[in-house]
């Protein structure tokens, strides 16, 4: 399989996706969400891979979200940056998917490694949602699932303060499950994902089948909210003047918005 913003590749029992644009923080783009969930339904349809490992490049982010430039400016699916396929996939998938977070995961990126069903990180990874500082959000999986892991309070409170949290603040809360030095990252993840190959492939397919039956609505609800509200709300005065003022570091002005 070749890719533009992936790469993807075999050891073994082995298959490991990794997001490819470490310059612009391994942000997923609407071609990079596609080539993620093609990239999984090719491996859906194989059988010499028993877990997935899904990473970023570089050594300084995992992914930091989405970029949204460059869409078509319409509410249909065209004009939505196609998160919810990524999300999908990786949940269809029969395989154990492992996150090996090598950097910041923040916004969209801390919800991919949610989704994915363990997640090892390095010591200096940090975790973050921030999409109401920037006017944005995500009113699904990113809830759902992280009150799952953390409980209804702290994931709350990451939404509604947008904290930063270090690898072991993050696993101490029950967001990740194993931190390691950075050095050891890729031999810690590789020794996790030839454990868990050495398991009954059907058994762990029905163990995760059975794991995802409890939130068979999340995606219903997801692409309501994502696909039908988030562009509206994206074009809205609040959302324009909460990210200029992310990016341009300073407070926002509440005159701006809220009426």
Same mark, same amino acid.
């Given at each position: 399989? !070749? ?30 969400? /596609? ?121 709350? !409170? ?56 409890? /939130? ?44």
């Amino acid at each position: 399989m !070749e890719f533009k913003e992936i790469l993807y590749a075999e050891d073994g029992p082995i298959g490991t996706i990794t997001l490819n644009r470490p310059d612009d923080g391994n942000m997923f783009t609407p071609l990079m969400c /596609h080539e993620i969930r093609d990239c999984i339904n090719e491996i859906r349809r194989e059988t010499r891979t028993r877990v997935i490992v899904l990473t970023g490049s570089g050594d300084r982010f995992f992914c930091i979200g989405g970029r949204k430039e460059g869409m078509e400016h319409t509410k249909l699916y065209a004009g939505t940056l196609p998160t919810l396929d990524m999300y999908e996939s990786i949940d269809r998938l029969q395989k154990p998917v492992i996150a090996s977070v090598n950097g910041f995961a923040v916004g969209g990126g801390n919800v991919l490694q949610m989704v994915c069903d363990l997640t090892i990180a390095k010591e200096s990874a940090v975790f973050r949602q921030v999409g109401p500082m920037m006017g944005s959000f995500d009113a699904g999986y990113g809830t759902w699932y992280l009150e799952d892991l953390v409980g209804k309070k702290r994931a709350k !409170e990451m939404w509604y303060r947008n904290p930063k949290f270090t690898a072991a603040e993050a696993m101490q809360m029950g967001l990740i499950n194993k931190v390691v030095p950075d050095a050891e990252l890729k031999t810690a993840t590789r020794a996790m994902a030839l454990e868990i190959a050495e398991r009954g492939a059907f058994a762990l397919a029905s163990v995760k089948a059975a794991f995802n039956a409890r /939130h068979g609505g999340v995606a219903g609800l997801s692409r309501m909210a994502h696909d039908l509200l988030l562009r509206d709300y994206l074009d809205s005065d609040e959302s324009k003047e909460l990210s200029k003022s992310f990016g341009e570091k300073r407070k926002p002005d509440p005159e701006k918005f809220g009426h």
